[in-house]
């Protein structure tokens, strides 16, 4: 069974950049696609990108393209989320996920990373 682990997050100021990372272990990447999700305080667990491992196909919500990238590395098995200009409302518990598709629909996600905490002051 795959292991997804988040690391990365950290406290950081309004228009700061900071990258987050997801390692896999325990399976082969080749047929999935890792999405990036984050869930703030009294909110629901959002969509944020996704990358599919095959083809590197990415997938964006609006409210992050431009400001956020996806991307991954094939031989450490881990898949990165560039976040720059960061804002308060940025502020959350940031997930990694893999599923067989790249989708932005949470359930299609199986397996779960525990979370890294970002909190952005303004």
């Known amino acids: 069974q795959v292991q997804l682990v988040e690391t990365g997050g950290g406290l950081v100021q309004a228009g700061d950049s900071l990258r987050l990372s997801c390692t896999a272990s325990g399976r082969t990447l080749s047929k999935y696609a890792l999405g990036w999700f984050r869930q703030a305080p009294g909110k629901e667990r959002e969509f944020l990108a996704a990358?599919?491992?095959?083809?590197?196909?990415?997938l964006y919500t609006s409210s992050v393209k431009g400001r956020f990238t996806v991307s991954r590395d094939n031989a450490k098995g881990t898949v990165y989320l560039q976040m720059n200009s960061l804002k308060p409302d940025d502020t959350a518990v940031y997930y990694c996920?893999?599923?067989?598709?790249?989708?932005?629909?949470?359930?299609?996600?199986?397996?779960w990373g525990p979370g890294t905490q970002v909190i952005v002051s303004s």
């Open positions: 990358i599919r491992w095959s083809d590197n196909n990415t």
């Open positions: 996920a893999i599923g067989p598709f790249c989708t932005f629909r949470t359930r299609s996600y199986g397996s």
